[in-house]
């Protein structure tokens, strides 16, 4: 069996000892599942008594695709069915005769299982998950808690194997942007791999690529992790780029907007405006909530911003800032304020403020004259997207959760920039000052 020159490079980080977690992907026919499966298979065959786990996020998609490939590559290598190895359709499982086994799984973020509780105490030596783009960070993380079998007694270290196309989700937060900036940690590679890198795929693969819609084209014929034309999203891509440099926004009145963190959860992100216009961010991992209070009284006083000019997330732990500060409190289920007398049908006041914030990236009318967050802002703001878009019913977006299992963390940034609107939808009322 022949490997591409970038399937060789993948195999070889597979292969070192000091490699533990290796993403593969970038596009169409770049030969993803047949490095997966010939991974697999090579270790079981190369190590007797070992456990491998082969993942997709469905396992009905896992045995119609993956498994086809784990077939072609045993072909491929002489072996046959019944005899170098077994499948084992009821327990889904790939036995081997020297006692190894593969274990086919489920990696379906369910309601009833969101801790994955399923995969229990299974212990395998290896992983190898394909088409990440469908799973959530949360179960990579814990699939790849079960490595511990029989290491040590071939001397081996942990080895994890992701494959997907590109996709706006955990893969390409810490592992494509990473890589792309020389940011990589040592024990992790990403391998970029094209149909065009793969000498052995037909021409007509190749053909039918390019006849596909240009948002489909650019992701899997041309592997552009950055390419995003959902349907559903609020602010376009390049409309957030913008933000960065549209220093002609206007001063104004100044205003700070904080999402408060839950003690030892999430971040507490402080933003401080002046008109539309970002004057500061501040994020901070661990405080205490009167440390927190204090920390954004200090901003108003230098800032020179009115008590009536902040809000903060009263949800949860928020409160008792908003109880010790005295300013206005941001409630995310709460009713959606009145736009010209009328109530707009919005789910909420969080949607209806995302709506509104989405209005001004995409007319230019935000200056985010911070750029230290960057990168995780652009993340955030890419998430913001309208929620069951082929429903009818009131306007909803994405949940928090759900966002959260995308990105592999909560949409902080996003959300104090999302309270911003609160001053420019809520009814007027008299000023105080500190």
Not at 74 to 85: D, E, M, R, S, V
Not at 126 to 144: N, R, S, V
Not at 179 to 184: A, P, Q, R, S, T
Not at 316 to 343: H, M, Q, R, S, Y
């Amino acid at each position: 069996m022949k490997l591409s020159k970038k399937q060789t490079i993948a195999l070889d980080y597979l292969e070192d000892g000091v490699t533990n977690e290796i993403g593969y992907g970038g596009g169409a026919g770049g030969g993803k599942s047949i490095l997966g499966c010939y991974w697999q298979l090579k270790n079981r065959l190369k190590y007797p008594d070992t456990r491998g786990l082969i993942g997709r996020a469905s396992l009905k998609t896992l045995k119609e695709t993956t498994l086809q490939s784990f077939f072609y590559v045993a072909n491929q290598q002489g072996l046959k069915a019944n005899i170098h190895y077994k499948f084992n359709a009821q327990s889904n499982q790939i036995l081997f005769p020297n006692k190894s086994i593969i274990f086919l799984k489920d990696l379906f973020l369910y309601p009833s299982d969101p801790n994955f509780d399923e995969l229990g105490s299974l212990e395998i030596t290896d992983l190898f998950i394909d088409e990440t783009a469908q799973i959530t960070k949360k179960a990579w993380d814990i699939a790849q808690s079960r490595i511990r079998y029989n290491l040590d007694m071939y001397g081996l270290v942990p080895k994890a194997l992701w494959t997907s196309n590109p996709s706006k989700n955990w893969n390409y937060q810490d592992y494509y942007l990473p890589d792309e900036k020389g940011e990589m940690p040592d024990n992790r590679k990403f391998v970029q791999s094209l149909v065009t890198d793969n000498p052995y795929i037909s021409k007509h693969y190749i053909d039918n690529l390019h006849k596909l819609p240009e948002v489909d084209k650019q992701r899997l014929l041309y592997g552009n992790w950055r390419y995003d034309d959902d349907p559903a999203r609020l602010i376009e891509y390049d409309k957030i780029i913008n933000a960065f440099s549209n220093s002609f926004v206007q001063e104004g009145q100044r205003y700070i907007t904080a999402d408060i963190a839950r003690f030892g959860s999430d971040k507490a992100v402080i933003i401080v405006w002046s008109g539309y216009r970002v004057l500061k961010i501040v994020s901070i991992d661990k405080c205490s909530i009167t440390e927190l209070a204090e920390r954004i009284k200090l901003l108003a006083i230098e800032y020179s911003v009115p008590v009536n000019n902040i809000v903060c997330d009263e949800d949860g732990v928020g409160g008792g800032v908003v109880d010790i500060l005295g300013c206005k409190g941001f409630v995310n289920n709460a009713k959606p304020f009145e736009e010209n007398d009328t109530i707009v049908q919005y789910q909420n006041l969080k949607t209806q403020c995302y709506f509104h914030l989405s209005f001004k990236f995409n007319n230019d009318t935000i200056y985010l004259g911070e750029t230290e967050f960057k990168e995780v802002i652009i993340q955030e703001l890419e998430q913001v997207k309208r929620h069951n878009i082929d429903k009818d019913g009131k306007l909803a977006v994405i949940p928090k959760e759900k966002v959260k299992e995308l990105l592999g963390r909560s949409p902080d940034f996003s959300d104090a920039l999302m309270m911003r609107m609160y001053f420019e939808l809520e009814p007027k009322q008299e000023v105080f000052v500190f």
